[in-house]
């Protein structure tokens, strides 16, 4: 049997509501909208159920945040997502562009014993293929300071930590300037727009103009 008897929707919503909660702030109903795909008049039915069913809390005129139960379940979902993305990679020979589709789709149906077999088989493994922690079987995670890429000030020697997994055109892009979990990089402001970023990578060919939207998909730590 499954871990938890909730919807593939419900899921959903919960891994939405968790991602926007993680910068400190509620989610609101447009963003989980954009996120999700679907209307606005969706998200909003959706919210007052899973609020009765205390899952989300919801704050007037601002947005929604999990509360401890659907933190609790947010987690168990996206341990199984991490966990089915580091066995396609490692053991399938997915690449890691190619994994978050099918992932979205094995995470509803996969059993806790499967998502326990697969960690075991795997050595049980801190991070996913692309840097993202991967919450403990009692749905707990350690939390990592990071910043945004584009985020950081000029001048700043630092380490990739995670990057979005959810387009395979920009983790292909990544992956072939060699932004990756555990490269080191040199970031200055540069290329004549506000936003872009120059960056050298460690072993890299030279410098690459990022361009904001990919920068603020991508978490690092900075070096000292």
């Known amino acids: 049997m499954k871990s938890s008897s909730l919807s593939p929707s419900v899921e959903d919503y919960l891994k939405a509501v968790y991602s926007l909660n993680e910068g400190g702030g509620p989610a609101s109903t447009n963003e989980l909208a954009r996120l999700l795909a679907v209307q ?12 009765e069913d205390g899952l989300l809390r919801h704050e007037p005129y ?7 139960e659907g933190s609790r379940e947010a987690l168990k979902i996206l341990r199984r997502h991490r966990i089915i993305e580091s066995f396609l990679v490692q053991r399938l020979g997915y ?3 190619d994994v978050h589709a099918e992932a979205e789709r094995l995470e509803h149906a996969a059993s806790e014993r499967l998502i326990e077999a697969m960690a075991d088989a795997l050595g049980h ?3 996913d293929p692309h840097g993202a922690p991967i919450p403990t079987r009692a749905g707990r995670i350690d ?3 990071t910043n945004r890429l584009d985020e950081v000030k000029p001048g700043s020697t630092v380490t990739v930590r995670s990057v979005a997994d959810e387009d395979p055109v920009r983790l ?3 992956k ?4 990756v979990p555990g490269a080191k990089a040199a970031v ?13 990578v460690e072993g890299g060919a030279g410098p690459l103009r990022i361009e904001r939207n990919v920068a603020s998909r991508v978490t690092v730590s900075t070096d000292p």
């Not at 606005?40 to 609020?51: D, H």
């Not at 072939?176 to 932004?179: C, E, H, K």
């Open 125 to 127: 493994p801190a991070t």
């Open 62 to 68: 601002r947005g929604v945040r999990l509360t401890e």
């Open 188 to 200: 200055w402001k540069g290329g004549g727009e506000e936003g872009a970023l120059t960056v050298t």
């Open 172 to 174: 292909r892009y990544l």
């Open 176 to 179: 072939s300037v060699g932004l």
């Open 95 to 97: 690449d890691w562009d």
């Open 143 to 145: 939390p990592t300071p």
């Open 40 to 51: 606005p008049g969706s998200v909003s039915g959706m919210i007052r159920r899973m609020a």
